[in-house]
C-alpha cells in the first residue's frame, strides 16, 4: 500500500554533518521514556496505544450515538476548545467538501463549530441561525469548567429546550468529559444526557482519537473505522523496535530538533497546498505550541496556506530572519480532477495550460517555491500522503502526537501539561469577580489603577 512519505534532505543540508545521527541516543532514550513511562508527565500518556487498543465495540457505541444524531438534526453544534475542538475540526475540514457550510447536505448534518471564543457577535449569530433548526449539542470539556465552552453550553442548551421541549432536548444532547468531575459532568448526569468519558490519562490535545474526536466526525458522516485503522498502522510503523532510519516520527522529531538546536531556527511553518488542510494545521501548532513551549524554550509553530500565503508572507519567508524552516503537508493525488479548459482566443495566455490538471500547476507551485526558498535559506521538510481520506489524515495524526511526545522529550520539557495556560484565566476571573478569587480581584484592581 501507499504510504505516508518523509523528505528530510533539503533540511538535512542546513545541519552540520552527523548532526542528526548525533541526536539518535537522544530520541531513542525519548521514545523508550514514553514507552516504559518514565518521562515527565507520565500520567498522560494514555494516548500511545490509544489507537491499537480501540475496540470495535466502542467504534459501533460511538457511531451509534453519531447515528442517532444524524437523524434527528439537521446541525449539530461541537462546543469545545483548544484539544476539544481542534481535532475534530481539521478531520472534518480535511474531508469536507470545501463548501459544506453553504450547502445544506439531505444526508449529512451541518456542523459548526462553538465555544472556542467569546464574541458576543459570533454568539448572537449562531442562536440568530439555530432558530427554528431541529439542532443538537456535543459539549466536549475533559475539565468540564472551560469559561468558553460553558457559557456556550448554557446558551444553547436553553435555547434547544426551548425549541424542541426538554425531553426531546435531552436525546440530541451528548457530553464528553470526565467520568467524574467537573459542571459538564454534573448537567449530564443532573440530566440524562448521553455521555462519553475523556480518559484521565489523555490530555485534550491528544485525545483526537477518544470520542472527543470521533463522535463528530462519525456525525459529520466520515469513517471512523477507517481513521482509527490509519493511526493503528501508524502506531506500528514508529514503534521502539523500528530502526532509527524507518521510523518517521523519530526522525522528524530528531530533525527539528537539530534545526532548533544546532542550525538557530526558532519558527516551524506548517505549510499546505490545499486549502482543506488549513484545520490540521491549527490541531497541529496546538499539539506542539502547548506540548513545547515552556521554560523558555520551544520552537515557535506556524502554519501558512500556499499558495494563498505566498502573495503575503512569501516575502518574509523568502527574504526576512532566517530564524524559520518550512514542513509542507503534500496531498499526491486530490480526490477530484478539474482540468484547464482551451480557450480559442487566449486573452489570458493560459492556452499553454489547457488540458492539464489544476492539481499539475500546485505542484510545480511546490517545487518552485521549495527551490527558492531553500534557496533563500530555509530548510524544508516535505511530508507526503498519497491522497485525503480518513486512513491517511488517522497516520497522520498519530505520525504527529508520537513525534510531539518524543520530540518534547528530547527538548527536555514535559510535553503533557500546561501551565502557562493557567495566567489568563486567573485574571480573567479576578476581573469578572469570580467567587474564590476575591484576593485576586483585589491585587489585579490595585495594580491596574498603579498602572494609569
Ligand atoms: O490540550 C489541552 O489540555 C487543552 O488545550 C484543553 O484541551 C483545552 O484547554 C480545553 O480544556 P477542556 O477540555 O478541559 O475544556
Redesign the pocket.
Known amino acids: 500500500m501507499d504510504n505516508m512519505k518523509l523528505d528530510i534532505r533539503k533540511a538535512e543540508q542546513f545541519l552540520p554533518a552527523g548532526a542528526i545521527t548525533a541526536l539518535q541516543p537522544q530520541v531513542k532514550a525519548a521514545h523508550e521514556a514514553l514507552e516504559q513511562g518514565t518521562c515527565k508527565g507520565n500520567d498522560y500518556l494514555g494516548w500511545l496505544h490509544l489507537p491499537t487498543q480501540t475496540t470495535e465495540t466502542f467504534l459501533a457505541e460511538v457511531q451509534n450515538v453519531a447515528d442517532t444524531l444524524r437523524k434527528q438534526c439537521e446541525v449539530v453544534v461541537v462546543a469545545?476548545?483548544?484539544?476539544?475542538y481542534l481535532g475534530a475540526r481539521a478531520v472534518i475540514e480535511a474531508l469536507g467538501n470545501s463548501f459544506a457550510w453553504l450547502q445544506r447536505d439531505d444526508k449529512n448534518p451541518t456542523i459548526v463549530f462553538a465555544g472556542n471564543n467569546i464574541g458576543e457577535d459570533y454568539l448572537s449569530e449562531l442562536t440568530d441561525y439555530l432558530k427554528g433548526k431541529r439542532f443538537g449539542i456535543i459539549n466536549?470539556?475533559?475539565?468540564g469548567t472551560?469559561t468558553e465552552?460553558a457559557l456556550t453550553f448554557r446558551l444553547l442548551k436553553k435555547q434547544c429546550e426551548e425549541q424542541r421541549g426538554k425531553d426531546e432536548a435531552r436525546n440530541v444532547i451528548v457530553a464528553i468529559t470526565d467520568a467524574h468531575k467537573g459542571a459538564a459532568r454534573a448537567a449530564a448526569n443532573k440530566e440524562g444526557y448521553k455521555t462519553f468519558v475523556i480518559p484521565d490519562n489523555v490530555?485534550?490535545?491528544f485525545s483526537v482519537l477518544t470520542p472527543v474526536g470521533l463522535l463528530p466526525i462519525a456525525i459529520a458522516g466520515f469513517d471512523i473505522r477507517r481513521l482509527i485503522a490509519g493511526a493503528q498502522d501508524m502506531e506500528r510503523d514508529t514503534a521502539l523496535n523500528i530502526p532509527f532510519s524507518e521510523n518517521p516520527a523519530a526522525i522528524y522529531a530528531a530533525v527539528r530538533n537539530a534545526l532548533y538546536k544546532e542550525a538557530g531556527k526558532k519558527i516551524e511553518i506548517m505549510v499546505n497546498y490545499q486549502p482543506k488542510l488549513h484545520f490540521i494545521s491549527e490541531w497541529w501548532k496546538?499539539l506542539f505550541g502547548?506540548s513545547e513551549g515552556k521554560e523558555g524554550k520551544g520552537i515557535f509553530p506556524a502554519s501558512c496556506d500556499f499558495t494563498t500565503d505566498l502573495h503575503s508572507m512569501g516575502q518574509w519567508i523568502q527574504e526576512g530572519e532566517r530564524s524559520i524552516f518550512e514542513t509542507v503537508i503534500s496531498v499526491e493525488t486530490p480526490n477530484r480532477q478539474l482540468l484547464f479548459p482551451h480557450d480559442e482566443e487566449n486573452l489570458d495566455g493560459l492556452n499553454f495550460l489547457a488540458g492539464k490538471r489544476v492539481d499539475e500547476v500546485n505542484k510545480m507551485a511546490e517545487l518552485g517555491t521549495r527551490l527558492a526558498h531553500v534557496d533563500g535559506g530555509v530548510p524544508n521538510i516535505r511530508i507526503s500522503i498519497p491522497t485525503l481520506n480518513e486512513y491517511y489524515i488517522g497516520r497522520l495524526i498519530y505520525f504527529f502526537e508520537i513525534a510531539c511526545g518524543i520530540s518534547g522529550n528530547v527538548l527536555g520539557v514535559n510535553p503533557f501539561n500546561?501551565p502557562g495556560?493557567e495566567a489568563y484565566k486567573k485574571n480573567m476571573f479576578a476581573l469578572l469577580n469570580k467567587p474564590g478569587y476575591e484576593a485576586d480581584s483585589k491585587a489585579i484592581k490595585e495594580r491596574l489603577q498603579s498602572e494609569q
Open positions: 469545545g476548545i483548544g484539544g476539544s466536549i470539556s475533559k475539565s472551560t465552552t490530555g485534550g490535545r496546538q502547548e500546561q495556560v
